[in-house]
């Protein structure tokens, strides 16, 4: 039984044989199929999932339907950390052609695999996500996307590269050299963090650079959460047409889906991406339309497969077809999470990090607090932390020497850089006892 | 010989002076002598009083952060080159002065300045040899 499923899924899986408008039931047939695939592999190859399937007394012959995909065990971001590096991969090293990290949620990363057969279909979502917004060849796009163990640079190059367009491959960072990269080569579309365009768009205003002067027509913004009213700034101030595209590094990177040129939800590759909506607290499923923390499983990975992924991303299924004409589902755009995640300029941030990195230098972890604010559209993370008495020296040499220790460690630990203040004891607010640990000054 | 300093966190912010200086002025604990190094960000605050165990408890009785430290009170001859020769009979010792700062009132035409060194003790044995002055804590309080 086990032999057949694999057998099939081989000839019925590649991973361009879906275009966006197919019926329903074939693509529900297809993701059946895939589904039933995806669950084999994982069982035969990731020691986790299948004791954690033997548990449940399941086997995969027991995912007869789409339905019964609700009787799996979840995966978490904690799985990915106790089995850092490889021990959640489901392909030989020898087929595994790339491997990415993003920040788990203490001081090691989390690594994430792509088979050959992985990168296409990365590849393939990606030129689909950015043909939905309305590019195609000819088109000159610039990757402003951090370039390296995240997925955002590499991704978006794949995608742009695979559509057939100019990439710019700019990497993050250098505002001044990304408006003259935009000016001169007549860049027509933008990769990047919504927060660091309009940080661009700033930027290029002090330059006497008017955004609406140049060639640019859209941009393709991700990484991070953003609001309708973000949107609408950046259009007004750039001329340009803003797209919302969301992934993770989990499941694959950018492009697990995107809006179309309707801006009504964006459109999952479901192809590709199972989306389920979850309750929270309980992880039992909440019907269409209900918000709840979006689970993810990818239903054609080979390195790395994952089964229902919680994403702590919460969202919602809308209902209803898009005027478009996609088939796709379209989930509603995020707005919070259901954990303690931060995103900072596109870096995913968890307090527990920030622990880690105090705990490292000190020994004892003294009270702190972040604070984010946003200084022309860039994020700023400050942590705070209060002089206790070990870490007090009346020598000034020392009490620098403790801020850069502390700096470095933030920065080791965090990978984005961040500006430490030292306070006085008893400063920080406590409610009950509980010092609040984020506060979040970050507007439109 | 030595004396007992105690220093103070205080966030570079208006204010931030004052309230450990009307606590002392509270208790009735003067400030003999005081020295602020600052940082963009933060200053240690350095104060000399009588009776430093009291000010240290009742300071952190209030949730300052306290050090006291041992730092030395030199007489320096005051006319050119009296802190020049202390510091020279310092020299090729090995002990290091973390940081110095006067203390506002003279004992007849002696300065006096307040040393704090990395080697308290090595540092007094080499003045004292050397012929010059230290003193002592119920003298400089009194």
Same mark, same amino acid.
């Given at each position: ?9 081989? $000839? ?43 548990? *449940? ?23 990915l950390?106790?089995?850092y590096p490889f ?9 595994v052609v790339r491997l990415h990290a993003s920040s788990g949620?203490?001081g090691k990363p989390i690594v994430v695999a792509y088979?050959?057969?992985d990168v296409?279909?990365w590849t393939?979502?990606l ?14 796009i610039q990757v402003a996307y951090g370039y390296g163990l995240f997925t955002g640079g590499l991704g978006a190059h794949y995608g742009a590269e695979g559509?057939?367009?100019?990439v710019v491959p700019a990497s993050g960072g250098h505002a001044?050299r990304q408006?003259?990269l ?8 933008m990769c990047c963090t919504?927060s660091y365009f309009?940080h661009?768009?700033?930027? $290029? ?11 640019? &027509?859209?941009?393709v913004f991700g990484a991070e ?7 609408? &700034? ?7 047409? $803003?797209?919302?595209i969301?992934g993770l590094s989990e499941i694959i990177g950018p492009g ?42 990818? *239903?054609?990975?080979?390195a790395m ?27 509603? &755009? ?7 995640? *931060?995103i900072i300029r596109g870096v995913n941030v968890?307090?527990?990090q ?14 702190? @607090? ?5 200084? @022309?559209?860039l994020d @700023?993370m400050? +942590? ?15 009490? @620098? ?7 470095h460690?933030l920065d080791r630990v965090l990978g984005i850089r961040v500006?430490?203040?030292? +306070? ?16 979040? &000054?970050?507007?439109? | ?22 606590? *002392? ?42 050090? +006291? ?14 802190? $020049? ?58």
């Open positions: 039984m086990m032999n057949r499923i694999l057998e099939t899924s081989a $000839a019925d899986c590649h991973p361009l044989s879906v275009p966006d408008y197919t019926p329903a039931d074939e693509l529900r047939a297809l993701q059946l199929k895939r589904l039933q695939a995806v669950v084999a592999r994982a069982w035969q190859h990731v020691p986790l999932f299948r004791s954690r399937m033997d548990e *449940l007394g399941l086997t995969p012959d027991d995912i007869r339907s789409l339905a019964d995909i609700v009787k799996l065990p979840f995966t978490q971001k904690s799985d950390r106790d089995n021990g959640l991969f489901a392909s030989p090293m020898k087929d949620t203490t088979t050959q057969e296409d279909v393939s979502v030129v689909r996500a950015l043909a939905g917004c309305g590019l195609h060849r000819g088109d000159i559509l057939g367009a100019t001044d408006i003259m935009m000016k001169d080569f007549g860049v027509t579309a919504p309009l661009l768009i700033d930027r $290029a205003a002090e330059m006497g650079v008017n955004m609406k002067d140049l060639p640019i &027509r859209a941009g959460p953003w609001t309708d009213a973000m949107r609408q &700034r950046i259009e007004e101030l750039s001329g340009i047409e $803003a797209f919302d969301f697990v889906g995107c809006e179309c040129r309707r801006h009504s939800g964006l459109h999952i590759f479901e192809d590709h991406f199972y989306p389920e909506i979850v309750d929270p607290e309980t992880g039992e499923p909440l019907p269409e339309g209900v918000e709840g923390e979006l689970v993810l499983t990818t *239903l054609s990975k080979q497969p994952m089964i229902r992924y919680r994403t702590h991303d919460m969202s919602r299924i809308l209902p209803g077809k898009c005027e478009c004409g996609r088939i796709l589902r379209r989930i509603g &755009r995020i707005g919070r999470r259901s954990d303690d995640m *931060l968890f307090p527990s920030v622990e880690t990195a105090l705990l490292a230098v000190e020994g004892a972890l003294p009270h702190y @607090q972040i604070i984010l604010t946003r200084s @022309q559209g @700023q400050e +942590v705070q932390v209060e002089i206790t008495p070990q870490m007090f020296n009346d020598k000034i040499g020392a009490m @620098q020497e403790l801020h850069d220790k502390l700096q460690s500006r430490v203040s030292l +306070v006085e004891a008893h400063t920080i607010e406590r409610s009950e006892g509980k010092a609040k640990r984020v506060i979040d &000054r970050r507007t439109v | 010989m030595k004396i007992q300093q105690i220093s103070l966190f205080a966030e570079n912010k208006p204010g931030h002076i004052s309230a450990p200086a009307r606590l *002392l002025a509270k208790e009735g604990i003067n400030i003999r002598a005081l020295y602020l190094a600052d940082t963009q960000e933060y200053g240690i605050l350095r104060l000399i009083v009588a009776d430093w165990q009291r000010a240290a408890e009742l300071l952190e009785a209030q949730g300052f952060i306290v050090k +006291v430290t041992e730092v030395l009170a030199v007489e320096v001859p005051d006319r050119p080159g009296g802190l $020049a020769d202390v510091l020279e009979a310092l020299q090729g010792s090995g002990i290091n002065i973390e940081y110095m700062y006067a203390f506002p009132y003279m004992r007849g035409d002696q300065a006096i300045i307040i040393f704090r060194f990395n080697d308290p003790d090595a540092a007094i044995e080499r003045l004292q040899t050397a012929g010059i002055n230290l003193v002592a804590s119920e003298e400089l309080l009194k």
